[in-house]
């Protein structure tokens, strides 16, 4: 099909760029595991699979807690609501941490202080791709005795400056195969560590944690054929694209983002099917993400012509993934005037979560109220712009244009 007869209504560009799914698959034809093929991927020895990322981040949580009596857990008090609600299951107490300004990090001071000999531990977050900063977060820990978990449940395939995956700095990392997050077996997690004898610990408790549950894997395996019939821009249109404009319609933006979490959370094993799935998967994804780097090469530089936003990067060497951009707008009023030009669209313009962590009214009992400035402003005033490759050229300048008008307009609309 032409793309230029294309009617726009049918043609729906997801808000993440997807590791587009093969209906061969899903045929169940024997071959490495995906454990095998992660840990091939990733360039580490051993992989754990797990039924979610939050799934996985309750096994290192409780794996920690088993080897000691401290309780608090250090997150940056902008990031997933399932992290949150992960630690709380596991009966710790979350310790959000403000973010440094206008960037993903927590910051360094406000971390240090929150450190103390209660800190079990800290949660740096790579989010969007991006690789946030691990080595405050290790010096930290080192200093009061806790551990770092690296939450990389968005940033499958991103490396550190010496090419090693994201993840292995920190004691533990984590990455989720939840649809919407590139690879998915619908929901799935991967749970990494350096040291074999926390290896050992993690896959213990992720057995007793873990049961088979088959009607949660029937359930699970029917949603991943649905993902498979409906990853297409038409299947988008109906899927996502009308839900989320209800959503919007109803101004309920935590439902148009998917931010209305459950509080408990499904424990257990991912079945022999859907592993066969998410390995197969695994053989394109290193081609796919390359293709993905191409097209950020050239969009960010045509981002980066609009003076007043900051599309978050990568330091020095570091190579992150590129599901797509992170934005910071000048204001909260340029951030929600391109929003409604653009969200309700089908060009993929979303937010990522809607709220810093004590903002979201069903986590109240979970997050204490504290003043996190900087998270606040960062919800506030950031949107996201899928890296699709079904995103074309024009459509995405049709993007920039109106991201340019966004700011121009907060200056009394001279442009
Ligand atoms: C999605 C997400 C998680 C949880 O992963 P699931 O596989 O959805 O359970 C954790 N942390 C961050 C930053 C996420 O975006």
């Known amino acids: 099909m032409k793309g230029t007869m294309r009617l726009e209504a049918f043609h729906e560009v997801p808000p993440t760029a997807g590791l587009p799914p093969r209906w061969r698959d899903l045929l169940p034809w024997r071959g490495p ?49 399932l992290v949150a609600i992960a630690v709380a299951h596991c009966g710790l107490t979350l310790r959000p941490c403000d973010l440094v300004v206008n960037g993903i990090d927590m910051d360094p001071a406000t971390l240090a202080a929150l450190c103390d000999d209660n800190t079990l531990a800290i949660v740096p977050t790579h989010l969007g791709g991006r690789v946030a900063d691990v080595d405050t977060a290790l010096a930290c820990a080192h200093r009061v005795g806790a551990w770092v978990i690296e939450d990389a449940a968005q940033a499958l395939g991103a490396r550190f400056a010496d090419d090693a995956s994201i993840g292995t700095k920190g004691n533990i990392g984590f990455f989720s195969l939840a649809v919407g997050k590139g690879l998915t077996t619908y929901e799935g997690g991967l749970l990494i560590a350096g040291e074999a004898g926390l290896r050992e610990d993690l896959r213990r408790c992720g057995e007793e944690i873990a049961r088979y549950d088959a009607a949660l894997e029937i359930a699970r395996s029917a949603q991943l054929i649905g ?189």
């Open 33 to 81: 595991s995906l454990a095998a093929r992660a840990a091939e991927f990733l360039g580490v020895e051993e992989v754990q699979v797990t039924c979610s990322g939050t799934a996985a981040l309750v096994v290192a949580l409780t794996a920690l807690k088993r080897r000691s009596a401290r309780t608090d857990v250090i997150v940056p008090a902008y990031t997933c609501p």
């Open 227 to 415: 993902y498979h019939a409906i990853y297409r821009p038409l299947g988008l249109t109906l899927a996502y694209g009308l839900p989320r404009r209800n959503a919007l319609r109803s101004g309920d933006a935590i439902a148009a983002v998917g931010d209305d979490f459950s509080l408990s959370i499904p424990l257990h094993r991912m079945g022999d099917w859907r592993d066969g799935v998410g390995a197969r998967a695994f053989v394109r994804l290193h081609d796919f993400q390359e293709k993905l780097d191409k097209q950020a090469v050239r969009r960010r530089s045509r981002l980066g012509s609009i003076a007043a936003i900051t599309v978050f990067q990568d330091r020095d060497r570091v190579r992150g993934t590129w599901p797509f951009f992170l934005i910071c707008m000048p204001t909260r009023a340029a951030r929600d005037a391109a929003l409604s030009e653009l969200w309700a669209s089908h060009l993929g313009v979303s937010r990522l979560f809607i709220h810093a962590l004590p903002d979201y009214a069903y986590l109240r009992d979970i997050v204490s109220a504290l003043p996190l400035p900087n998270a606040r402003e960062f919800a506030a005033r950031t949107l996201t712009v899928s890296n699709s490759l079904w995103l074309g050229d024009e459509e995405f300048e049709q993007i920039a244009c109106a991201l340019e008008r966004a700011c121009a307009n907060r200056n009394g609309g001279a442009v």
